[in-house]
C-alpha cells in the first residue's frame, strides 16, 4: 500500500505532529510512505504570513528544513516539488499568466480548474483583504503570483500522481493555495477511476481535535491531536502509551487500511 503526505507549510501545517506520528506508525508495518516536499517552489505561500511582507530565502530554508525533519523522524521516502517542474512547464505557465490581466486570472480557469477556488483563501490570508481590488498594483501582483504558483502546484502534482500512482493521498489543510492544488489535480485523478483516496487533516478546538475528512464521506472522523510537536517524541514506536496507538488503530480501521501487524506494537 502507498500513501503520500504532503504538508508544505512545515510546523505551520495543522495537526502536523500527529500526523507524522500515524505515517512514522505506517513506515514501521512496512507501508510504502512518501512525503512530497516542498522546497521552495514558488515565490509566495501562505507562510508568507509569518514574514510580515518580508519574505526573504531563509523563511524558504526554515520551512524546508522543517519538512525534513517530519521525514527523519516518520522514515519516509522524500520526493521533492520541483522533480515534477520541468523547463517547458515554467516557462508556459508563466506565460498563460503574464498574458492575462489580475482580473482575468480571478475569473478564468486552468485546464477547467477555476482559479479562485485555488486562491481566494489565500489572498485573504496573504494580503489581509476580503476582496481584491483589480486595479491595485499590490492586489495585482498578489493574484499574479499566486496564481502562476497554483497552476505550477497543479502541474507538479499532477505529475507526481500520475508516476507515483499512491493508494492514499494525505493532506494538510486543504484550505490553502499550495494544498488545494494539489487536492485539485488528485480529484481529476480520482474521477478518472484510478482508486486513490484522499484525506485532509484540519485542526479545531484550539489544536486539540483532528478532523479527517475522507473525500465522499458525510462526517470526518476526529482524531485526538497527541502532540503539538515532534521535538518531544521518541520515534521508539514501542515507548508510546497504548492509547495513542489504540486511537491510530481506530482511525485506520475507519479508512480500511488492513494490516495484520497494526495490534502487534500495541501487543508487545
Not at 485546464?111 to 481590488?133: C, H
Request: hydrophobic letters at 40%; one cysteine or more; charged letters at 25%.
Amino acid at each position: 500500500m502507498k500513501i503520500t503526505i504532503f504538508s508544505p507549510h512545515g510546523e505551520l501545517s495543522p495537526a502536523y505532529a500527529t500526523t507524522y506520528m500515524m505515517v512514522h506508525y505506517l513506515h514501521s508495518l512496512c507501508m510504502d510512505v512518501t512525503q512530497l516536499q516542498c522546497n521552495g517552489a514558488f515565490s509566495v505561500c501562505d507562510r508568507d504570513v509569518e514574514a510580515d511582507g518580508g519574505r526573504t530565502i531563509e523563511h524558504c530554508l526554515r520551512c524546508s528544513a522543517e519538512q525534513r525533519s517530519f521525514t527523519d523522524f516518520s522514515g519516509a521516502r522524500v520526493r521533492k516539488v520541483t522533480d515534477f517542474l520541468a523547463v517547458d512547464d515554467l516557462q508556459q505557465s508563466r506565460q498563460w499568466v503574464l498574458q492575462r490581466s489580475a482580473e482575468e486570472l480571478w475569473k478564468g480557469e486552468w485546464f477547467s480548474i477555476p482559479i479562485v477556488e485555488l486562491i481566494e483563501a489565500s489572498f485573504q490570508n496573504v494580503s489581509g483583504d476580503s476582496r481584491p481590488r483589480f486595479e491595485s498594483q499590490r492586489h495585482a501582483a498578489l493574484i499574479r503570483r499566486l496564481a502562476l504558483a497554483a497552476i505550477r502546484m497543479t502541474v507538479a502534482g499532477g505529475k507526481y500522481l500520475n508516476q507515483q500512482r499512491p493508494d492514499w493521498l494525505w493532506v494538510s489543510s486543504g484550505e490553502d493555495m499550495l494544498t488545494k492544488a494539489l487536492l485539485s489535480s488528485a480529484r481529476v485523478q480520482t474521477s478518472a477511476k484510478t482508486g486513490m483516496q484522499i484525506v485532509r487533516f484540519q485542526s479545531v478546538l484550539e489544536g486539540q481535535m483532528v478532523l479527517a475528512h475522507r473525500d465522499g464521506d458525510h462526517q470526518p472522523y476526529r482524531v485526538q491531536n497527541i502532540v503539538d510537536s515532534l521535538i518531544d517524541v521518541r520515534s521508539d514506536i514501542e515507548t508510546w502509551p497504548k492509547e495513542v496507538l489504540h486511537e491510530f488503530d481506530d482511525f485506520f480501521g475507519y479508512l480500511g487500511i488492513s494490516c495484520s501487524q497494526l495490534s502487534l506494537p500495541v501487543a508487545r
